[in-house]
């Protein structure tokens, strides 16, 4: 098996090669890509259905190259796989995380509403330039870098130092928080709010956490996961805030379309 | 500090007995091609068979920190097309015999010029040399890539500023990703120890707190660099005493594996240091 092409279509307008199965890189990976791309009259876009496979931007490269040959422009990647993601977004691909679902040929693969409660972990450190996203909560153990950005449709939690920019709750999931060890991002943005980070970090040794709360992005001394599980789904905007709110003049909300 | 576990890995880097190692920064004007030069002399000093690739083909400078820019007759353009030898390319320096000279050819290079390309050049120069330096050009597009596809090592060069610290940890990023370079090292250069003291400039923790690569070295702004630009005679040959110069040497001396403490460059400096600095800037 390995790749399967979709060319264009009515209302699809890009091509798109779906890999599949078991993973493979360097040289064996082009041979499977080639034996499933067929002849085309003119140009087609094309969107990387990458799905489980670990490429790194070599492999990517190399594909992009093989792909022109045969009149493909790759434009967009999808994949459940964080490292693809990152080496795509290198590429300067659009990515998309991709939903691990059933393979339902009618089915189109976008992310559902409600993040799921799967759990997504990259261990590393990011570097400026590098997005990662995905359709439900990020875990990364590791730095985040000034310059870098994350974002999840659930919650952004970082073991380490977070500098870059943050998105939780991307799909507008309002009650997503930010939290890291050390908070210090450049900018916060949860649900469709979207706030200046706070400059400085707080004191050593505290996690902290950014939420919303009356419209507002806080940032607060994080909370253990249990006490929000409970609330997870119906938080009240409301809510007396139960931590020190640090550096709310820091933080200048306002809505982003 | 290199460890003993840091010199085998070291050790198990060399192929065919030689060591490609790429400079690159991202930023441009951080010191690149005045590193690998310097690095070139120093290590060619200390016996290694040395030899500097120009991989900034649009903006060639090499050669001109080198001194060399009147002897070079073949290119790495002519050895790629195969309408020269290598031997008839590499220019030998004036003062160091070990050290040789990979010139860059004209800029139109850029437009054909691709990683197996590089790969190929390396691999040629490989057998003949211990140690292969490769100025990269600065932004991440297609020279940086060409750069890094012939290298097994990386040196970023950073100046402690937050354009070029950012710019650095992107490379780092790619570097990282792209997988083909085995070790990464910092070097630190232009610092001012005066306005890091004044917390006017970024110190070298702070630098180290968002790359998080392996310090290398660390060098010193200093007027004197600029003096052997000019004058074509780089400062590792030792002509001038000056602390860029013996920043120089000592990391060449930590990438042959010797164990180097770098200094404290944070520290005040003395009373007589002070003095020192006072009369040398009122004299010169």
């Known amino acids: 098996m390995g790749a399967s092409f979709l060319p264009a279509s009515g209302s699809e307008f890009m091509g798109r090669l779906r890999l599949s199965g078991a993973s493979s890189r360097g040289p064996a990976l082009l041979q499977v890509v080639e034996a499933a791309l067929p002849r085309l009259n003119g140009r087609q876009s094309l969107e990387l259905d990458c799905g489980d496979w670990r490429l790194s931007c070599g492999d990517l490269e190399q594909l992009q190259e093989l792909l022109l040959q045969h009149d493909l422009h790759p434009v967009a990647l999808r994949s459940v796989e964080p490292h693809t993601i990152v080496a795509g977004a290198a590429l300067g691909l659009m990515t998309q995380p991709r939903m691990p679902a059933p393979q339902a040929q009618q089915q189109p693969p976008r992310p559902p509403q409600d993040p799921a409660p799967k759990a997504y972990l990259y261990e590393g450190r990011l570097h400026s330039g590098d997005c990662l996203e995905h359709g439900a909560t990020v875990v990364v153990l590791g730095d985040v870098n000034p310059g870098a950005q994350i974002r999840a449709a659930g919650d952004v939690i970082v073991w380490g130092r977070l500098r870059g920019m943050a998105h939780a709750g991307s799909q507008g999931n309002g009650a997503a928080r930010i939290a890291a060890l050390q908070l210090q991002p450049q900018q916060v943005r949860i649900a469709s709010t979207t706030a200046l980070g706070p400059g400085e970090h707080g004191p050593p040794g505290q996690p902290e956490q950014a939420v919303q709360r009356n419209g507002q992005i806080v940032i607060e001394a994080a909370t253990l996961l249990q006490d929000r599980m409970s609330g997870m789904t119906q938080r009240a905007p409301v809510a007396k805030s139960s931590g020190k709110i640090k550096a709310t003049n820091a933080l200048h909300p306002s809505s982003s379309p | ?284």
């Open chain 2, 1 to 284: 500090m290199p460890s003993s576990g840091f010199i085998a890995h070291i050790d198990a880097l060399k192929t065919n007995n030689c060591r490609s190692i790429v400079l690159c920064s991202g930023k441009g004007g951080v010191g690149k091609t005045t590193l690998t030069a310097n690095l070139g002399v120093a290590l060619a000093k200390l016996g290694h068979k040395t030899c500097v690739v120009d991989a900034d083909y649009g903006l060639r400078n090499l050669d001109l920190l080198l001194g060399l820019e009147s002897r070079i007759v073949f290119t790495a353009q002519e050895v790629i097309s195969g309408s020269c030898r290598l031997g008839q390319a590499l220019v030998k320096h004036k003062h160091e015999a070990n050290l040789m000279l990979m010139p860059a050819g004209n800029p139109r290079m850029m437009d054909w010029f691709n990683p197996e390309h590089m790969q190929n050049l390396i691999t040629m120069l490989a057998d003949s040399f211990d140690f292969i330096l490769i100025d990269a050009p600065a932004g991440v597009e297609d020279g940086f890539k060409n750069a890094v596809a012939g290298a097994s090592e990386a040196i970023l060069v950073v100046n402690p500023e937050i354009s070029s610290v950012r710019d650095a940890d992107r490379v780092a990023g790619l570097l990282s990703s792209q997988g083909t370079v085995d070790l990464i090292q910092l070097v630190i250069n232009r610092v001012r120890p005066r306005m890091v003291e004044k917390l006017d400039m970024m110190s070298i923790e702070d630098v180290l707190d968002i790359l998080a690569v392996p310090l290398l070295g660390v060098v010193q702004e200093d007027e004197q660099v600029i003096i052997s630009s000019n004058l074509g005679e780089p400062l590792a040959l030792g002509k001038y005493k000056s602390p860029a110069g013996v920043a120089y040497g000592n990391i060449a001396r930590r990438i042959q594996g010797e164990e180097i403490p770098i200094s404290d460059i944070n520290k005040p400096a003395g009373f007589i240091d002070r003095l020192g600095d006072f009369l040398s800037t009122r004299i010169i």
